[in-house]
């Protein structure tokens, strides 16, 4: 064992993913506040704390205002940086936006409290991530470039290699490797993080899920290869489709040169927190059982957790449960014939329900969503494959267009900004409602509507949206 130390850094998600992994995001700010003060003297690299799916569930779900989330957070969290997962150039939300939107968005999220701004693209399409990138770097925020781990011929250690170069010439401060299916097994992490670590001299830090079981055996590989940081939950909400448990990492890697510092009397103390909240979420029905468990059938089919409970949904809302295994089998074929995308959202969205709709009518591409047809013509970014040129025909044809797009697609979009301002003008309160706005127009536009009635008193009931689980 050497004798220098090289003590790995955590990265705390119960805030964010885990929850967002195992409760469908449904964990309340208020829930959130009253361990703040504890969680801020562990010496934690950071708390990831907002982005992903918890603005859209804030608004939609939880009548609150992610945004007075975050400054409640940073007000709490005096000593330890705020991290946040942001979706390249569709921001927090499904599709691409214009420039002035992801430059506007990035400075707000700043100057409300974020630190570290990871920032990923669903296709790795290098194009996608340069906007928020500089924006992150205009603002004296640390820039993290994600990198989507998948599976593929395409995949190789020199493609990873040749993308951490590219990051690293984009201006990046660090690089996540972001394993969001759980894919990463340990004997191929100590080659990717080797094969990164000679691509580029930026910390490398991993995110994985524990969905197929080998989460925590990945992370040791990771970190003896050189590994700077890893994602780590709270033990109460931690395993399953979450990430392996914080306590029981930091135990793994005590009295070793790795050994993180960290204190588990400390950390006994937030899992005490959460434990009688993981109880109520399990009587509730909001926590599954179903999701607690190892998939192995996730390495098989690449499926990430978060995905396999919404096919789960589509396919009962069609009546077509019996169907599960068949559309399991068909989504690798899918995701083939759209060039290989790693599937995270929205790629993983996109292609689940398009096997869906291939399954359920007996006739593959019969019928084929406006997402589908806009990734195979282009207007989410480049695959790493190609298409298959048949069903990417199907597509052009239905869109009018002779040739699919080469450029970056948010060339094509004119600054929105101005008149998403007009458009909400009745309802502004602050400068960042035009940003929910942006995102989000019918569900802001409800909860504004909401905000409004709540300060007026006027009965502020609306009819429910529709609840739908985002994946990671």
């Given at each position: 064992?050497?004798?220098?130390?090289?003590?790995?850094?955590?990265?705390?998600?119960?805030?964010?993913?885990?929850?967002?992994?195992?409760i469908?995001?449904?964990?309340?700010?208020?829930?959130?506040?009253?361990?703040?003060?504890?969680?801020d003297e562990?010496?934690?690299?950071?708390?990831?704390?907002?982005?992903?799916?918890?603005?859209?569930?804030?608004?939609?779900?939880?009548?609150?205002?992610?945004?007075?989330?975050?400054?409640?957070?940073?007000?709490?969290?005096k000593?330890?940086k705020?991290?946040?997962?942001?979706?390249?150039?569709?921001?927090?939300?499904?599709?691409?936006?214009?420039?002035?939107?992801?430059?506007?968005?990035?400075?707000?999220?700043?100057a409300?409290?974020?630190?570290?701004?990871?920032?990923f693209?669903?296709?790795?399409?290098?194009?996608?991530?340069?906007?928020?990138?500089?924006a992150?770097?205009?603002?004296?925020?640390?820039a993290?470039?994600?990198?989507?781990?998948?599976?593929?011929d395409?995949?190789?250690?020199?493609y990873?290699?040749?993308?951490?170069?590219?990051?690293?010439?984009?201006?990046?401060d660090?690089?996540?490797?972001?394993?969001?299916?759980?894919?990463?097994?340990?004997?191929?992490?100590?080659?990717l993080?080797?094969?990164?670590?000679?691509?580029?001299?930026?910390?490398?830090?991993l995110?994985t899920?524990?969905?197929?079981?080998?989460?925590?055996?990945?992370?040791?590989?990771a970190?003896?290869?050189?590994?700077?940081?890893?994602?780590?939950?709270?033990?109460?909400?931690?395993?399953?489709?979450?990430?392996?448990?914080?306590e029981?990492?930091?135990?793994?890697?005590?009295?070793?040169?790795?050994?993180?510092?960290?204190?588990?009397?400390?950390?006994?103390?937030?899992?005490?927190?959460?434990?009688p909240?993981?109880?109520?979420?399990?009587?509730?029905?909001?926590?599954?059982?179903?999701?607690?468990?190892?998939?192995?059938?996730?390495?098989?089919?690449q499926?990430?957790?978060?995905?396999l409970?919404?096919?789960?949904?589509?396919?009962?809302?069609?009546?077509?449960?019996?169907?599960?295994d068949?559309?399991?089998?068909e989504?690798?074929?899918?995701?083939?014939?759209?060039?290989?995308?790693?599937?995270?959202?929205?790629?993983?969205?996109i292609?689940?329900?398009?096997?869906?709709?291939?399954?359920?009518?007996?006739?593959?591409?019969?019928?084929?969503?406006?997402?589908?047809?806009?990734?195979?013509?282009g207007?989410?970014?480049?695959?790493?494959?190609?298409?298959?040129?048949?069903?990417?025909?199907?597509?052009?044809?239905?869109?009018?267009?002779?040739?699919?797009?080469?450029?970056?697609?948010?060339?094509?979009?004119?600054p929105?900004?101005?008149k998403?301002?007009?458009?909400?003008?009745?309802y502004?309160?602050?400068?960042?409602?035009?940003?929910?706005?942006?995102?989000?127009?019918?569900?802001?536009?409800?909860?504004?509507?909401?905000?409004?009635?709540?300060?007026t008193?006027i009965?502020?009931?609306l009819?429910?949206?529709?609840?739908?689980?985002?994946?990671?």
């Amino acid at each position: 064992m050497s004798d220098v130390k090289k003590p790995v850094k955590i990265t705390e998600t119960i805030l964010r993913d885990a929850h967002q992994s195992l409760i469908a995001t449904r964990m309340t700010t208020e829930q959130m506040l009253p361990i703040i003060d504890k969680m801020d003297e562990i010496g934690y690299h950071s708390v990831e704390c907002w982005g992903g799916a918890t603005f859209d569930a804030c608004l939609r779900f939880l009548k609150e205002d992610p945004w007075v989330r975050l400054r409640k957070l940073k007000d709490g969290f005096k000593k330890t940086k705020l991290q946040m997962l942001f979706r390249g150039q569709n921001i927090l939300g499904y599709s691409p936006y214009a420039d002035d939107v992801v430059e506007y968005f990035v400075q707000k999220s700043i100057a409300n409290g974020i630190d570290i701004i990871r920032i990923f693209d669903c296709l790795n399409d290098i194009r996608n991530l340069e906007t928020a990138v500089k924006a992150a770097n205009k603002e004296k925020g640390h820039a993290q470039v994600a990198l989507s781990y998948t599976l593929g011929d395409a995949y190789t250690m020199d493609y990873w290699k040749n993308m951490a170069k590219q990051i690293e010439e984009m201006g990046a401060d660090s690089i996540c490797i972001k394993d969001m299916a759980g894919l990463l097994v340990p004997t191929e992490a100590t080659k990717l993080v080797t094969a990164l670590k000679e691509g580029t001299k930026l910390p490398i830090q991993l995110h994985t899920h524990y969905t197929s079981g080998v989460a925590s055996m990945t992370y040791m590989k990771a970190v003896e290869a050189g590994c700077d940081i890893i994602d780590t939950a709270m033990s109460p909400l931690a395993l399953g489709t979450s990430q392996p448990a914080t306590e029981v990492m930091v135990k793994a890697f005590e009295g070793t040169e790795f050994d993180s510092g960290l204190d588990q009397t400390k950390l006994a103390e937030i899992a005490d927190y959460f434990k009688p909240l993981r109880e109520q979420w399990l009587e509730s029905g909001l926590l599954s059982p179903k999701v607690m468990g190892v998939n192995i059938k996730t390495l098989l089919y690449q499926v990430p957790g978060g995905m396999l409970s919404n096919l789960v949904s589509q396919l009962k809302e069609m009546h077509a449960e019996d169907k599960f295994d068949e559309v399991l089998e068909e989504v690798p074929r899918v995701r083939k014939d759209f060039g290989e995308p790693p599937l995270v959202t929205p790629s993983s969205q996109i292609v689940g329900t398009q096997a869906v709709l291939n399954v359920v009518t007996g006739q593959r591409y019969k019928m084929m969503t406006k997402e589908s047809k806009d990734l195979l013509v282009g207007k989410y970014g480049q695959t790493v494959k190609p298409m298959d040129k048949e069903v990417q025909k199907m597509a052009l044809d239905s869109l009018g267009m002779k040739e699919p797009i080469t450029y970056r697609p948010a060339d094509d979009i004119e600054p929105q900004l101005e008149k998403l301002e007009k458009e909400m003008a009745q309802y502004k309160k602050q400068d960042e409602d035009v940003l929910s706005y942006a995102l989000f127009p019918q569900v802001a536009t409800e909860f504004f509507k909401y905000r409004e009635a709540q300060e007026t008193g006027i009965d502020a009931s609306l009819a429910n949206t529709e609840d739908k689980t985002y994946p990671v």
